[in-house]
C-alpha cells in the first residue's frame, strides 16, 4: 500500500459546484467526475495545496477557505488517499482549463448524483456545505 497525500476542493462559482472530468488516460479515477484536487509538494501546508491547485488546474484565485474538514481516506487499487476538504467561493470567476481535465460544469448538489463521481464527492460536498 502507498498513502499520498492531497487537497481536494469544492469550489463554488455562481452558487454552484465546479466539477471537473478526468481524462480516460488519467492515473487515478480515469474517466470520472471529480472536485478541484492535486497532491501536497513538500512542507506545503494543506491549504496552500488546494489554493495552488485550483489556480494551475483552473486559472482561479481563491482565499481563505469557508470550511474545511478533517482528512477522509479512499483507497483505490493499492493507494490509500488521505483527502483534506476545503469549500471556497470563487465568486463569478470562470475557469480556464489547464489540460489535466478535459471539461467543466457547474452543478447543483442534485446534478451531482447523475455523474459518474470519484468515490466521496457527495459526502464530502455534503459535509462541506451545510
Do not use: C
Not at 1 to 30: F, W
Not at 82 to 101: H, K, M, S, T, W
Amino acid at each position: 500500500m502507498v498513502k499520498k497525500t492531497v487537497a481536494s476542493s469544492v469550489v463554488m462559482v455562481d452558487g454552484k459546484i465546479l466539477m471537473l472530468h478526468r481524462p480516460a488516460t488519467a492515473r487515478s479515477y480515469p474517466g470520472r467526475w471529480s472536485l478541484v484536487s492535486g497532491k501536497r509538494e513538500d512542507g506545503e501546508q494543506m491549504v496552500d495545496t488546494a489554493r495552488r491547485e485550483i489556480f494551475e488546474e483552473t486559472q482561479i484565485k481563491v482565499s481563505e477557505p469557508i470550511s474545511s474538514l478533517p482528512p477522509v481516506y479512499v483507497r483505490e487499487n493499492n493507494i490509500i488517499w488521505e483527502v483534506y476538504p476545503f469549500l471556497f467561493d470563487a465568486g463569478e470567476q470562470r475557469p480556464i482549463l489547464n489540460g489535466e481535465n478535459t471539461e467543466y460544469r457547474l452543478v447543483t448538489p442534485d446534478e451531482m448524483k447523475g455523474l459518474d463521481l470519484v468515490d466521496l464527492t457527495i459526502e464530502m460536498v455534503s459535509n462541506l456545505t451545510r
